[in-house]
């Protein structure tokens, strides 16, 4: 799983623990899912709050459009130390430090929030400190990188000068084919991505037939039937639909 936020116009989705625990975050009714695999999910009510723009709810989803998950609120990160990731977030990325709120709980958490652009969500980036966890691991349930957006190639570009210029070792740019790519670590161990909208998912497919089918770039379709072969059905997806 990847989370998506922006470097300019930010996109909108939420992280929770499947038991659920109402909480408060930002004082905005949340509810904590915790599915299997112990992947933490948390959804966050908009509740006025301002922030970017959310995506527009699949008319066919049998979820009323009221009720639809709309983009991305933040993404949160648990650290050893707050400072290093902080540096980077504010020097390299240009956040800004924005506020601090307490997780209620068992064990209320004391949380950071750092924001880009004009904040708000989909705009914020929250940092968890926890010296008494051990460093994470990649593996089941776990989120695999953060990803931000950046418009266009030469925004890009720019992007991955200013984090090499920083000290950041950042990889060349890679091409996605449906967009291009730049990663690097935080001091605190998470993978970030950095990848542009352009050219986008319409590269290949019609905006209108997105998601009807397995799409896949040129490099991996030589892979398809290894690929579906390692799919598993979604349970309850609308008729009509399919991976051929």
């Given at each position: 799983?990847?989370?998506?936020?922006?470097?300019?116009?930010?996109?909108?989705l939420?992280?929770?623990?499947?038991?659920?625990?109402?909480?408060?975050?930002?004082?905005?009714?949340?509810?904590?899912?915790?599915?299997?695999?112990?992947?933490?999910?948390?959804?966050?009510?908009?509740?006025?709050?301002?922030?970017?723009?959310?995506?527009?709810?699949?008319?066919?989803?049998?979820?009323?459009v009221?009720?639809?998950?709309?983009?991305?609120?933040?993404?949160?990160?648990?650290?050893?130390?707050?400072?290093?990731?902080?540096?980077?977030l504010?020097?390299?990325?240009?956040?800004r430090?924005?506020?601090?709120?307490?997780?209620?709980?068992?064990?209320?958490?004391?949380?950071?929030?750092?924001?880009?652009?004009?904040?708000?969500?989909?705009?914020?980036?929250?940092?968890?400190?926890?010296?008494?966890?051990?460093r994470?691991?990649?593996?089941?349930?776990?989120?695999?990188?953060?990803?931000?957006?950046?418009?266009?190639?030469?925004?890009?570009?720019?992007?991955?000068?200013?984090?090499?210029?920083?000290?950041?070792?950042?990889?060349?740019?890679?091409d996605?084919?449906?967009?291009?790519?730049?990663?690097?670590?935080?001091?605190?161990?998470?993978?970030?991505?950095?990848?542009?909208?352009?050219?986008?998912?319409?590269?290949?497919?019609?905006?209108?037939?997105?998601?009807?089918?397995?799409?896949?770039?040129?490099?991996?379709?030589p892979?398809?039937?290894?690929?579906?072969?390692?799919?598993?059905?979604?349970?309850?997806?609308?008729?009509?639909?399919?991976?051929?």
């Amino acid at each position: 799983m990847c989370a998506f936020l922006s470097l300019k116009d930010h996109a909108h989705l939420v992280t929770a623990e499947c038991s659920a625990i109402e909480l408060l975050r930002k004082n905005a009714p949340s509810i904590a899912v915790f599915r299997r695999g112990r992947q933490r999910l948390i959804l966050v009510a908009e509740d006025g709050e301002q922030g970017v723009r959310g995506g527009t709810p699949w008319g066919k989803s049998p979820v009323p459009v009221e009720f639809a998950i709309r983009g991305v609120s933040h993404v949160t990160i648990t650290v050893n130390r707050l400072n290093p990731t902080a540096a980077m977030l504010t020097e390299a990325m240009g956040f800004r430090q924005t506020g601090v709120y307490t997780l209620a709980g068992e064990s209320p958490r004391e949380i950071t929030i750092f924001a880009t652009g004009a904040g708000g969500l989909g705009a914020e980036v929250h940092i968890e400190v926890r010296p008494d966890l051990p460093r994470g691991r990649a593996g089941r349930g776990g989120v695999h990188h953060v990803a931000f957006r950046t418009p266009n190639e030469i925004e890009h570009e720019r992007w991955h000068d200013r984090l090499a210029d920083a000290g950041i070792s950042v990889t060349p740019v890679i091409d996605r084919f449906y967009f291009k790519s730049i990663y690097f670590h935080e001091p605190g161990g998470a993978l970030f991505e950095i990848a542009t909208d352009e050219p986008g998912f319409t590269a290949d497919e019609p905006l209108e037939h997105l998601g009807e089918r397995l799409a896949l770039p040129p490099f991996l379709e030589p892979h398809r039937a290894r690929i579906e072969a390692g799919l598993k059905p979604i349970s309850g997806a609308p008729s009509g639909l399919s991976s051929q």
